[in-house]
């Protein structure tokens, strides 16, 4: 059975993927916070202070996902070791980006082929962490971009939750054009990916845009707390992935879809 070494299995991107390819795969996951019992292997790694390196010549996978997250530099040193153990062992490195690389031109929905323009310190970072492991790695890096993500245990949801309970507002970005997709939905479309042993970026999206405002309208109801972000946009600030990746033309997802799914949870807690 082929390993697989997940970077931040904890996590929710890392979490879904690893539901989605345990029946499969022999997973190896690590991060730092524990799983009460985890049905993989998993080791406990803290970004701060421990090498990775050691821990992948110890354990031999024939692909990295990485989906971690942490202090960017220390990140970035996890990555050149990466980068050093896939040269030698001629593994693969899945590497989940984000759509905040082409922060610097919000102007449109970008493509694969769209050039990076990050401003922020976390595009840039990410930026600069796609460079490295595709100068290094070549054909065997493979990049995947996501939009903002969506799940039921995710952060985002949580605060939707939350302002629904009336516990914490949830902020609203007026301008903000976004595409989303659901942990489940992006674990599906990695899959085929990872099975299709495809190459290059992929943009995990759904396949539609829509403004940040009427996005959580369909679902937040007039009591919930809400509150205009800090950042406010006078002209439409995009922040939105498109793909042309015909391999991916069956994986299609809508906004609507992302939507759909949160009202599911939203009905769930109500009745607890």
Same mark, same amino acid.
């Given at each position: 059975?082929?390993?697989l070494?997940?970077?931040?299995?904890?996590?929710?991107v890392?979490?879904?993927?690893?539901?989605?390819?345990?029946a499969d795969?022999?997973?190896?996951?690590?991060? *730092?916070?524990?799983?009460?019992?985890?049905?993989?292997?998993?080791?406990?790694?803290?970004?701060?202070?421990?090498?990775?390196?050691p821990?992948?010549?110890?354990?031999?996978?024939?692909a990295?996902?990485?989906c %971690?997250?942490?202090?960017? +530099?220390?990140?970035?040193?996890?990555? *050149?070791?990466?980068?050093?153990?896939?040269?030698?062992?001629?593994?693969?490195?899945?590497?989940?980006?984000t759509a905040?690389?082409?922060?610097?031109?919000?102007?449109?929905?970008?493509?694969?082929?769209?050039?990076?323009?990050?401003?922020?310190?976390?595009?840039? =970072?990410?930026?600069?962490? +796609?460079k490295? #492991?595709?100068?290094?790695?070549k054909?065997n890096?493979?990049?995947?971009? #996501?939009?903002?993500?969506?799940?039921e245990?995710?952060?985002?949801?949580?605060?939707?939750?939350?302002?629904?309970?009336?516990?914490?507002?949830?902020e609203?970005?007026?301008?903000?054009? =976004?595409t989303?997709i659901? @942990?489940?939905?992006?674990?599906?479309?990695?899959?085929?990916?990872?099975?299709?042993? #495809?190459?290059?970026?992929?943009?995990l999206t759904?396949?539609?845009?829509?403004?940040?405002?009427?996005?959580?309208?369909k679902? #937040?109801?007039?009591?919930?707390?809400t509150?205009?972000?800090?950042?406010?946009?006078?002209?439409?600030?995009?922040?939105?992935?498109? %793909?042309q990746?015909? +391999?991916l033309?069956?994986?299609?997802?809508s906004? @609507?879809?992302?939507?759909?799914k949160i009202? *599911?949870?939203?009905?769930?807690?109500?009745?607890?």
């Open positions: 059975m082929e390993k070494f997940v970077l931040g299995d904890s996590g929710l890392g979490s879904a993927i690893i539901k989605r390819l345990k795969y022999e997973i190896i996951g690590v991060s *730092r916070d524990p799983i009460a019992e985890a049905k993989w292997k998993h080791l406990k790694f803290d970004l701060e202070s421990d090498r990775l390196l821990i992948l010549e110890a354990t031999q996978p024939s990295v996902i990485s %971690t997250r942490g202090d960017f +530099e220390k990140q970035m040193e996890t990555h *050149r070791e990466i980068v050093q153990y896939a040269t030698k062992a001629k593994a693969k490195v899945y590497f989940f980006s905040n690389v082409f922060d610097g031109a919000p102007d449109s929905i970008k493509m694969e082929t769209d050039l990076v323009n990050a401003t922020s310190a976390y595009g840039r =970072f990410k930026m600069d962490c +796609e490295l #492991l595709m100068e290094g790695l054909q890096a493979i990049i995947l971009r #996501l939009p903002m993500v969506f799940g245990n995710g952060p985002r949801v949580k605060a939707i939750i939350a302002a629904i309970q009336n516990e914490k507002s949830v609203l970005y007026e301008n903000l054009i =976004f989303s659901w @942990d489940t939905q992006l674990a599906h479309m990695f899959k085929h990916i990872l099975t299709s042993d #495809l190459k290059g970026i992929f943009h759904s396949k539609d845009a829509m403004d940040h405002v009427s996005f959580y309208g679902f #937040l109801s007039k009591n919930a707390l509150e205009i972000g800090s950042i406010k946009h006078k002209e439409p600030y995009y922040l939105a992935l498109g %793909t990746r015909h +391999e033309v069956d994986f299609e997802y906004n @609507d879809d992302v939507i759909d009202k *599911r949870v939203i009905k769930k807690y109500s009745k607890n």
